[in-house]
């Protein structure tokens, strides 16, 4: 069982190119999510989907889109990089317990290590 | 105010002893209460999930869950080297995981 795949592992970028980190979930998940980490401020949430069809704004979206493709893949997409942007960004899928409405864990992708220069 | 709060530490603790992480969260329909330990340039692994008031025993570690306090904690007992990392809270009020910033914890040999 893979749980959550993120590609690629590292990448640098110039400032003003775009690329796309690419996510995918086997478990199942009906919730994705986007995160950013950097030193001394956490985990940060980018965008989020909490079914297939549907993305919310978290709390660092500007400078992101984000594309719910299907159940299974959840892509963040980086228009126009900044240097602002280095960070190591993480994917994760959760779900409802079930039988109740509360949320099983957050199960992280390995990570993309994004450096804009 | 943050969602989740944190010491950030540095926590140090001798091996053997007792490590005690603690927790504060500020949305009060929080429902889901975890534990993240991340090693350096690691994904966060989950270590502890807990739902309900009370405690919740997994090996070495025990969650501590006080929800009129607004209040999680961990306990690692018997510390080892190997659990130096940083120890995350998250807790979950339906659609939204919200994370502290991380303790740091070394365990000394």
């Known amino acids: 069982n893979a749980g959550v795949t993120q590609t690629p592992k590292f990448q640098v970028l110039k400032t003003g190119q775009s690329m796309t980190l690419q996510c995918a979930q086997d478990m199942n998940h009906n919730s994705m999510y986007w995160y950013r980490q950097d030193p001394g401020m956490g985990l940060r949430l980018i965008y989020y989907s909490a079914s297939e069809g549907t993305t919310d704004k978290g709390e660092v979206p500007n400078g992101y889109n984000v594309s719910r493709l299907n159940k299974r893949e959840f892509s963040l997409r980086l228009e126009s990089a900044a240097p602002s942007q280095t960070s190591v960004y993480f994917c994760?899928?959760?779900?409802?317990?079930?039988?109740?409405?509360?949320?099983?864990?957050?199960?992280f992708g390995q990570g993309t290590r994004l450096t804009v220069v | 105010q943050k969602e989740v709060e944190q010491n950030s530490g540095p926590l140090s603790v001798p091996e053997g002893a007792i490590a005690s992480l603690n927790c504060t969260y500020s949305?009060?329909?929080?429902?889901?209460f975890f534990w993240y330990r991340q090693y350096s340039g690691k994904s966060p692994e989950l270590i502890m999930s807990i739902y309900s008031n009370g405690d919740k025993e997994d090996g070495r570690f025990t969650a501590q869950l006080n929800k009129a306090s607004q209040y999680v904690s961990l306990l690692i007992r018997d510390s080892q080297p190997s659990d130096s990392a940083t120890y995350l809270c998250?807790?979950?009020?339906?659609?939204?995981?919200?994370f502290g910033t991380g303790t740091s914890l070394t365990v000394i040999p």
């Open positions: 949305d009060r329909v929080s429902q889901s």
């Open positions: 994760a899928s959760s779900e409802k317990r079930q039988g109740v409405w509360v949320s099983t864990e957050a199960f």
């Open positions: 998250a807790v979950n009020t339906g659609n939204q995981f919200y």
